[in-house]
Structure formats: structure tokens, C-alpha cells
């Protein structure tokens, strides 16, 4: 989670009167914000035996919701993943599958 | 040319420059192009992002996606905007107050670059301001409920050209935006498509070299417009190009050169028939009419742009 020193949420504000002038949005908020997660009706479930780190599946999502690190998968952000299936579909050797959600986000 | 392992280092190290959390659907291919082209660059960026789905969804004040400096500007003006932030930039590096190199781009849709800001890039393009112009082409106007664009395709169902049974979607033919840019004799010139981010990588690399205005025509997949299923974005693009819908070309110094040649070049009814928008062509006479139209011009364009380059590229 990135958060910019000595930057607060707007709503975090107590009052307009703190508001930026322009408006600005303090940068980078949306992560802690919006946890898009719950748009789910489908999960990935990443097989890391399976996984070759080719990492189509980091370049293709589009909710950054494939964890990296040394340039290899960690795991997935169930946080923001909308549940879309592109990772699923764009992988070379069937390391994610993807199965009905229940219970909603976690 | 950076690989993937390279973007994701690039990554890692500076934190997510377009993060996740934003609200554009499912499945959606711009955050895919948006994160591929901020990776790729290594500089510092500044980015105008003119209204369309990328700047409603990711912008819901309070929250931003965008880890770079980002101003919203009208339909009809992000060239112009990245214009001005761009004379800014040189007008404080001549007085000596800023030393760092910094790159701009604009972000627009297939509206606010083929129809509404038309004027404003033309302009932009022709004054020889140096930013990359990434276009987000998804063939309608997405973000108020898929009405026509001149991107939008012959005989595509969008809610102001409906399909009925008198005229079979879209009667006009698209607008070719790239070949319009290249007549402005700009420094390079792409089309991309979400099916090859790698090959977009290695554009945008190329692109930021030169000096001046730069365009990346990029096919970015619509699955709510489309009505293809949500997981399809790459899918459906990868029809594009191996049809010749959209063939990955770029323009360098006037010199054409096609970066992906199809081993088997595919009918266009393979890309058609998987989107919900082109179904009504498969169900009667005219529409089977329109589709052999479809596919001649889709033969005549990727002939006319293979002579292009062998015209081009023949004294090296």
C-alpha cells in the first residue's frame, strides 16, 4: 500500500475548509478506498505447482491484482480482483482456474 | 526491448504508476494498455486524460488510480492540454528550474481522438509539441452507453446505428485515424493492440526516443460493448489482428514497417462471430452481403499497406 507522506484522504477531512485547493485528490487513494473485490462472481485459484512465472498473467490483469515479487507470482489481491478471468484465459499452462464465488469477498 | 520480466522489475521497484481499485468493468483492455505504457516508460510522466471510461472510472473523487501527476481535461482536448504542460516544461528548463527529463502523454478514447478531438490533436501534431498520444480504440462511445463513433466499424450494432431489419448496423464505413496522423509527417506513428503488449512495450520504447508528437493507436476490447464474455479482451483482439482487422503496423520516419504478419491470415467471420454486436449479420441475406464487403476491404487495406511498406522500406 502506497500512501504519500503527510497526505490525508479526503475523507478523511474534518471539515470543506481542509480541502486541497483545486480540489486535488491526495495521490494513489483508490486501493485503500475502493475494494473492488466484491464485484466477484468468480475466483481465480492461482496453482503455484503449476505456475511458470512467465507472468502473462500480471501484464494482462487489469485490477493489478497479481502479487509479484523478484518478478515472480506470489499470489492474487482478492481485495480488488473483479473476478474477469483474463488471467485464467491468457495462461499458457492452466495455472489458474477460475470457480463460482460464494460468500462474497474476503 | 523490454520484456515482461523487465515491466515487472520496473514495477517493483517504483510501486504500481496506475493501481488497482478503480471501477472500469470486468475485464476491461485499457488498464491493460494504461499500465503496460506507464511500466514501459522510465522517466517521470505527466498524463492528460481526456473524459471517456479510463477517466470516469479511475477518478471518483475522493480516490485516484493514478500515481503520476494526471489532469482531466475535456472531451475535446487532451492534445491540447498536453500541449501546454509540455511548452510549461520548456519554458522552466530554459530558465533553469527544472533539469530532469520528463515525458508526456496523453490518454484518449476512439471518441475523443477520432471525432471530438480531432482538432485539437491535429493542431497539437502540427506545432510539433513532444508527447506520446496513446489511443484507447474501442470502436464506440463506451462510457454513455455505446453510442457510434467514426472508429466504430460497418455493420455494428451500437445504440445510435441499432440493427433492424432495414439497415444492418453501422451503414458508414470507420475512419482510418492512423493514416490521417501519418499524413501530419510526425516522427512515428503505431497501431497496437491488447492481444500484444509486448509489441506495445517495444512501440512506446521506440517512440519516446524521438523528438516531437508520437501516436499509438491501440485496439483496446469493449467486452460490455462488444457483448463478448468478460475474460474474451485478449482473445477477441488476437481475432483482430490474425483476421487483418487490425494489423500492428508502425511508421517511422515515413517508413512503414508491419511489426506481426499472420501466419495464416484468418476470414473476418472469426472475429465477428464471438461479439454480440455483429450477430444480426449472420441471421439474414444483407448481412452475409456485408460481411463479403467487410472481408474485401479488410483483403484491399492490408494489400495496400503491404506495398507500403515494400515502397518504403525498399532504399532502407
Known sequence: ?106 | MPSVKVLAQRQEQRGSRFTGGHSLCSGCAEPMIVRTVLNTIEDPVVVANATGCLEVASTRYPTSAWNVPWIHTAFENAAATIAGVEAAYKALVRKGKIDRKIRFVAFAGDGGTYDIGLQALSGALERGHDFLYIVLNNEAYMNTGVQRSSATPRGANATTSPAGSVIPGKPEDRKDLTEIVVAHRVPYVAQASVSNLIDLANKVEKAIKYEGPKLINVYSTCPLGWRTPWDSAVKIAKLAVDTCYWPLYEVEEGRYRVTYKPKEKLPIEEWLKPQGRFRHLFKSEKGKELIAELQEAVDRHWEELLMKERCTQGEG
Not at chain 1, 479526503?10 to 485503500?32: D, N, Q
Open chain 1, 1 to 106: 500500500m502506497r500512501r504519500r507522506k503527510g497526505c490525508t484522504l479526503a475523507v478523511e477531512l474534518r471539515s470543506w475548509k481542509e480541502l486541497p485547493i483545486g480540489g486535488v485528490v491526495p495521490g494513489g487513494a483508490t486501493p485503500e478506498l475502493n475494494k473492488t473485490g466484491s464485484w466477484r462472481s468468480q475466483r481465480p485459484i492461482w496453482d503455484s505447482e503449476k505456475c511458470i512465472h512467465c507472468l502473462m498473467c500480471w501484464l494482462h490483469c487489469p485490477d493489478d491484482s497479481i502479487f509479484i515479487k523478484d518478478q515472480k507470482v506470489t499470489g492474487i489481491d482478492y481485495e480488488h480482483c473483479k473476478g474477469c478471468g483474463v488471467c485464467a484465459a491468457v495462461c499458457p499452462v492452466d495455472a489458474i482456474e477460475m470457480v463460482p464465488e460464494r460468500g462474497g469477498a474476503r
